[in-house]
C-alpha cells in the first residue's frame, strides 16, 4: 500500500546528513512520547492523528520477519538524508545552501543516515534504543539482495520501483510516493535480518522535518566534553567541501534550531567520524525530550497540536500505527527510561572506493537478544561449576498493559515439550508458547537428572527453533531423531516454566531490575542515557 494523505519528496546522495538521522529519530520519539501523554480524549487524539502521513511499507516486511518472543514493541526511526520534500520536488534552496549549508538542493539523496530501534518491553521496564551505524556493511533485503553499507537499501530499492513504474504515466508525486515505499520495505527488512527482529512500527522523517521540529521546541541545550569547531569548506571541483559552521564551548550551550542541525550533522573534526556523531544525534534526542518535559508541553493538548502539526507535514508513520496504543508507554519514553547504544563495528575496509564498517552478524544477533532481553547476560568469566547446570529463573514481575506488536511472521512449527518438573511443567510451557504463535504437539516427562535446557529440531523447522532457543539462551541443534517440522525443547529440572512463561522475553530474568543489559556489551562507545542533557563528544 501507498502512503495515505499528504505525501512529498525525494532524492540521492552520498551520505552527509547526519541530522537526518536525528531528525527522524526525534521526529518519531516526538510523534510516541508526546500523542502518548495519559488524558488525551479519543476527539483530542483524532484531531492530533489527522493528517499524518500513512505507509503500508510493513506490509511485506510483516511476511518475511522473525516471530515474536513475547508482546514487547520494536518501533525504528528512519531518518532519511533527502533535499526533496515528499512529492520529490526540491526543499528551498536558501534553507539547504544557507541555513543548513549543505550544498545543492539538486545534491540530496536516498540514504537513510539514521536508524535507531526503540525496543518497548512487554513488562514496562526501560526502552532500549539501538542505534546502527549507517555504514554498516550488510546483505540487504528487498533492494538487490546484495551487499551494501545499510543506508543504501533504501535508495536501491526505490530506484529499481521508479525503474518499473516509469513506464505507466504516473504523475511525479505518485511516481515518488510509491517507489519510496519500496524504500522503506527493504530498510525495514534489511534491519529485521541484519537484527533478527521483527518490526512492529516505523516513523520516517526528512531533513526539513528534523529542522522544522527542533524550530518548535528551541532553544534546545546541549552539553559537549570538548570545544569544537567545524569551519566550512566550500565545495569545488577538487574537493567536495564540508563543514557545518558549528563552533561551540566545552559544557552545556542553547542552540536554536540552525545550530541544532549542525550539532548533529558535524562529521568533520570528530575523533570517531560518523559514530561519533551518532553519539550527537543520541544526546539531541535526549535533550529534546527532556525539554518537552520540562516544559510541560506534554501536558498541554495545545502546545502539543502546534507541535504535531509540524510532524504531520514531513513524517511518515505505518498505516496500523494507533498512538494512542503507546499512551500507557509514555511516561518510559519521557521519563529518562531509555537507553540509547550503539552497535559495534569490528573495522573499516575499502569496497568499489568507498570506506565501510565491517561487522560480525553473529555478535550483532547476540547483543541484540541480550540487550532485548531475549536471553540471558553472559556468564562471568569464572570457572563454572558444571557445564550442565542452570541457574533457577528469577521471580517475573507481573507484566503491565503494553502497546500491542503488530502482526508478524508466524511460527510454523509444532513444538513438543517436555520437563524435568514433571508433566505439570512442561503443560505450562507448552500454553505459554502456544500462546506466542507456536503450534502446541506432544507433553512428557524428562529425567529428573536433566541439568540443561535443550532446544532441537527437525528438518524444516529451523528457523523457528533459533527463535525459540534465544528464549532459553541456549543454541537450537539439529537432530535427525526429530519429526519434520517439528521441535523438541527439554526443560532442565532447575528451570521454572512459570518464569519462562511470563519473562518479558523468556530465560532467567536479572536479579536486580536496575542492571544495565549492556554491561559487559561491546558496544561502539559509552551509552548515552536520556533524562537530562547528557555530554558528548
Not at 297 to 306: A, P, R, T
Not at 456 to 466: E, L, M, P, R, V
Amino acid at each position: 500500500m501507498a502512503e495515505r494523505n499528504r505525501p512529498r519528496g525525494r532524492a540521492p546522495r552520498r551520505g552527509s546528513n547526519p541530522l537526518t538521522l536525528a531528525g527522524r529519530t526525534l521526529a518519531c520519539t516526538v510523534s510516541i512520547a508526546v500523542l502518548g501523554a495519559s488524558g488525551f480524549t479519543w476527539y483530542e487524539y483524532r484531531s492530533l492523528d489527522d493528517g499524518m502521513v500513512k505507509s503500508g511499507a510493513l506490509d511485506e516486511a510483516r511476511r518475511h520477519a522473525p516471530p515474536h518472543l513475547d508482546k514487547s514493541v520494536n518501533l525504528l526511526l528512519i531518518g532519511l538524508d533527502s533535499r526533496k520534500d515528499m512529492d520529490g520536488n526540491d526543499l528551498p534552496k536558501q534553507f539547504v545552501e544557507d541555513e543548513l549549508h549543505a550544498g545543492s538542493s539538486e545534491i540530496g539523496g536516498y540514504n537513510t543516515n539514521a536508524m535507531i530501534v526503540l525496543h518497548i518491553p512487554a513488562n514496562g521496564g526501560k526502552v532500549s534504543a539501538l542505534s546502527i551505524p549507517r555504514d554498516d556493511y550488510v546483505q540487504t533485503v528487498g533492494a538487490d539482495g546484495k551487499m551494501h553499507k545499510i543506508k543504501e537499501a533504501y535508495g536501491i530499492a526505490k530506484e529499481a520501483a521508479e525503474a518499473k513504474l516509469a513506464g505507466k504515466g504516473l504523475s511525479k508525486a505518485v511516481l515518488e510516493r510509491q517507489s519510496r515505499e519500496a524504500g522503506r520495505s527493504a530498510t525495514i527488512q534489511t534491519v529485521q535480518s541484519f537484527l533478527d527482529i521483527p518490526i512492529d512500527h516505523f516513523a520516517e522523517v526528512n531533513l526539513m522535518g528534523f529542522y522544522d521540529i527542533a524550530k518548535a521546541v528551541e532553544p534546545i541545550q546541549v552539553c559537549l566534553n570538548h570545544p569544537v569547531d567545524d569551519p566550512i569548506v566550500s565545495r569545488t571541483a577538487t574537493h567536495e567541501g564540508g563543514g557545518t559552521g558549528l563552533k561551540l564551548p566545552a559544557g552545556i550551550s542553547s542552540l536554536d534550531a540552525a545550530q541544532a542541525l549542525s550539532f548533529v550533522r558535524q562529521r568533520h573534526h570528530l575523533t570517531n567520524g560518523d559514530l561519533d556523531r551518532t553519539h550527537r544525534q543520541q544526546a539531541f534526542i535526549s535533550s529534546v525530550e527532556y525539554r518537552l518535559k520540562q516544559q510541560g508541553i506534554l501536558n498541554d493538548f495545545g502546545q502539543m497540536q502546534k507541535l504535531f502539526d509540524v510532524v504531520k507535514k514531513d513524517v511518515v508513520i505505518d498505516n496500523e500505527w494507533n498512538i494512542l496504543d503507546f499512551a500507557q508507554q509514555a511516561p518510559n519514553l519521557t521519563g529518562g527510561n531509555v537507553e540509547f547504544n550503539t552497535l559495534p563495528i569490528t573495522g573499516f575496509k575499502t569496497v568499489g572506493g568507498q570506506e565501510v564498517n565491517t561487522v560480525n552478524p553473529d555478535l550483532i544477533k547476540k547483543i541484540v537478544r541480550q540487550i532485548f532481553n531475549h536471553e540471558p547476560a553472559p556468564a562471568a568469566p569464572a570457572t563454572p561449576a558444571d557445564p550442565g547446570t542452570e541457574a533457577a529463573a528469577s521471580p517475573t514481575p507481573t507484566p503491565a498493559p503494553t502497546a500491542t506488536p503488530s502482526p508478524s511472521a508466524a511460527p510454523k512449527a509444532v513444538v513438543d515439550v517436555n520437563a524435568a518438573a514433571g508433566a505439570g511443567a512442561a503443560v505450562t510451557e507448552s500454553k505459554a508458547l502456544a500462546e506466542l504463535g507456536y503450534q502446541a504437539g506432544r507433553i512428557g516427562d524428562a529425567p529428573a537428572r536433566t541439568r540443561a535446557t535443550t532446544v532441537s529440531y527437525g528438518s524444516g523447522a529451523k528457523a523457528d527453533a533459533q527463535q525459540l532457543a534465544a528464549r532459553y539462551g541456549v543454541i537450537a541443534t539439529p537432530a535427525t531423531g526429530v519429526a519434520a517440522g517439528h521441535i523438541v525443547v527439554t526443560l532442565a529440572a532447575t528451570r521454572t516454566p512459570s518464569a519462562t512463561a511470563s519473562a518479558p522475553a523468556g530465560g532467567a530474568a536479572p536479579a536486580d531490575p536496575s542492571t544495565d543489559p549492556a554491561a559487559g556489551l561491546p558496544m561502539q562507545g559509552p551509552a548515552v542515557k536520556a533524562g537530562g542533557i547528557p555530554c558528548v563528544d
